[in-house]
């Protein structure tokens, strides 16, 4: 036997049994085919695919539903009045639809390594005065979503929309729910769904040349953070609790989206940097902060070090890098390599 329930719409009016028990309740899922879940108040669960008597309408706020069952079990499926079934304890809910709207969520395009367009859909009851204050999507790594979160506001109907989401994560996967702000100022929510941003493909490249504004105060030996080889760094002996003068390091307009260091780092001494990269005109803001990674004794790296631009990918013409001492004495900061990751 089914576990399918059927109702009719209809009000207290109709002619039923003055003894049944009226109680209220509320829908839970619009599963799309002109049927609803509804919940009853203090019930465990919710009344699986309640049919309207017109298909494809939809409740409106305390709308009576009558929800009746087939003689002898009550999991199998029953129209009320139907001449072939006699129902057996046919029970009234009235249903609050809390605001009368709904939002789907539909499927992101456009993904690629750091962005994507997600839609979503609202519908609206008919006879449901006021609109949505607020539509956006909630996103994340897991269904904890944010924040942030995505959304705009204003006065929003029924209909389709679609905003972009910027500043992902290359080859990961994000969950996504959309939502609206329904005209009781109550939270609508879509369903969660998934997708996957792009892998990004490229290769490390090297600067081509360098910038220093310090002076003799400032880097020696420059072109060794660019000369290809690991063996040897670029110096600077920066002063206590202060930070050293920046290398801009340059290189013809590229196509990039993170910057590698092969760099030194003694913890409690020089064990911050800062890096911001040129594009659109202006200095944009990488990275500030510790920057540990394996070292030996004398905090020689052994590893690179990496940072992807939160921004995503851009195309840059200069890095540039500064650290800071910590130390109540002066301190030796070498750096042996800088790449550029260019995207292809």
């Known amino acids: 036997m089914s576990d399918l329930y059927k109702a009719i719409s209809g009000s207290i009016d109709k002619d039923i049994d003055e003894d049944i028990e009226i109680r209220t309740g509320e829908i839970t899922a619009d599963n799309g085919d002109g049927t609803y879940d509804v919940k009853i108040a203090n019930a465990d669960s919710a009344y699986p695919n309640v049919e309207t008597l017109e298909y494809g309408a939809t409740f409106s706020i305390s709308e009576i539903v009558i929800i009746g069952f087939e003689y002898g079990c009550k999991e199998s499926p029953k129209i009320l009045g139907s001449a072939k079934k006699i129902a057996q304890e046919p029970l009234i809910v009235e249903v609050d639809y809390s605001g009368g709207a709904r939002v789907l969520t539909l499927n992101a395009y456009s993904i690629t390594e750091t962005t994507t367009y997600l839609n979503g859909e609202i519908s609206i009851t008919a006879n449901i005065i006021g609109n949505c204050t607020r539509r956006g999507f909630h996103y994340g790594i897991d269904t904890d979503y944010g924040p942030p979160d995505k959304y705009e506001e204003d006065s929003f109907g029924a209909g389709t929309y679609t905003l972009k ?35 990004i493909t490229g290769e490390w490249v090297l600067p081509t040349g360098h910038i220093d504004l310090g002076g003799p105060s400032g880097w ?10 690991l063996l040897q760094s670029s110096n600077y002996n920066v002063a206590p609790t202060s930070w050293s003068n920046f290398i801009r ?10 910057v590698r260091l092969y760099i030194t780092y003694y913890l409690g001494r020089v064990d911050i940097i800062d890096i911001d990269a040129y594009y659109g005109g202006a200095w944009n803001h990488v990275f500030e902060g510790d920057y540990a990674h394996a070292v030996d004794g004398t905090g020689n790296p052994l590893e690179w070090w990496e940072k992807e631009f939160p921004q995503g990918i851009k195309t840059i013409t200069e890095i540039r890098i500064r650290v800071y001492n910590s130390h109540s004495a002066n301190v030796g900061c070498g ?3 800088v790449e550029f990751f260019e995207v292809d």
């Open 165 to 199: 989401i910027e500043g992902l994560t290359a080859n990961t996967t994000y969950h996504y729910q959309a939502y609206v702000i329904d005209a009781n100022g109550d939270e609508q929510t879509g369903e969660d769904k998934t997708f996957m941003t792009n892998i």
């Open 220 to 229: 020696w030996n420059e072109t060794r953070m660019y000369d290809g080889s």
């Open 249 to 258: 390091l340059t290189r013809e307009s590229t196509l990039c989206s993170k």
């Open 335 to 337: 750096i042996f390599e």
